[in-house]
């Protein structure tokens, strides 16, 4: 049934959608140029990767060495516009389509991170990714990882169709007002590089609502 529903409103919003990816479209390859599509593989449903496309927010500027400047030297004000509006995921409906992802689930991190993983973080591959998902409605990118991983976890343990529509129903009043878009100093979150302290961290069930 989930399949179906992600099928289902994913094509009916990608029509609806058409007037503003043209328009997005023709911004971002005169205000950045070319690709106009941010393409990455990620890991999807089990690990296994898929190809996660959205429209490009940072340009490719790179120091004297030749290395990538830092996400939050890079990324322009178009870039971020399309970022706080969620404009820059329209394409990422295609990947929900195509069966790689779902509206609701954990989001796609990088490859790089699967090793770092513990058993029961891993536990986030055992359903597809999505757009959207539980770590994003309580903190998206304003929490650490460590809290991220166990409300990711947490949603996967609960998931149900009505959590899904609660869940969505949240998104959209976190796209309007703009909220949790990056982590302090950050153009979005920082690498996950070492597990933080989890001694702050908070119990991803005391976040959820009575739905029932």
Request: aromatic content about 8%; glycine content about 6%; overall charge positive.
């Amino acid at each position: 049934m989930k399949r179906v529903l992600d099928t289902c409103v994913s094509t009916a919003l990608l029509v609806g959608a058409v007037p503003f990816i043209f328009c997005v479209s023709v911004l971002v390859r005169f205000l950045l140029g070319t690709p106009i599509f941010f393409r990455q593989r990620r890991p999807g449903l089990k690990g296994k990767p898929f190809e996660l496309m959205k429209f490009r927010t940072m340009t490719d500027a790179r120091d004297p060495q030749g290395q990538l400047l830092p996400d939050d030297q890079r990324v322009t004000k178009l870039g971020r516009f399309l970022r706080s509006s969620s404009l820059d995921e329209l394409p990422t409906l295609l990947n929900v389509i195509r069966g790689d992802m779902s509206l609701v689930g954990p989001r796609p991190l990088l490859m790089e991170y699967l090793p770092m993983y513990t058993a029961e973080e891993n536990r986030r591959h055992e359903v597809r990714p999505g757009i959207t998902g539980w770590a994003q409605v309580n903190g998206r990118n304003a929490i650490r990882w460590e809290e991220k991983f166990r409300l990711d976890v947490w949603y996967v343990d609960h998931q149900s169709l009505w959590l899904d529509l609660y869940i969505l129903i949240l998104t959209a009043w976190k796209v309007v007002r703009r909220s949790d878009i990056s982590a302090d100093g950050h153009a979005t979150m920082p690498k996950f590089e070492r597990r933080p302290s989890s001694n702050n961290a908070c119990d991803p069930a005391d976040a959820l609502p009575n739905i029932s």
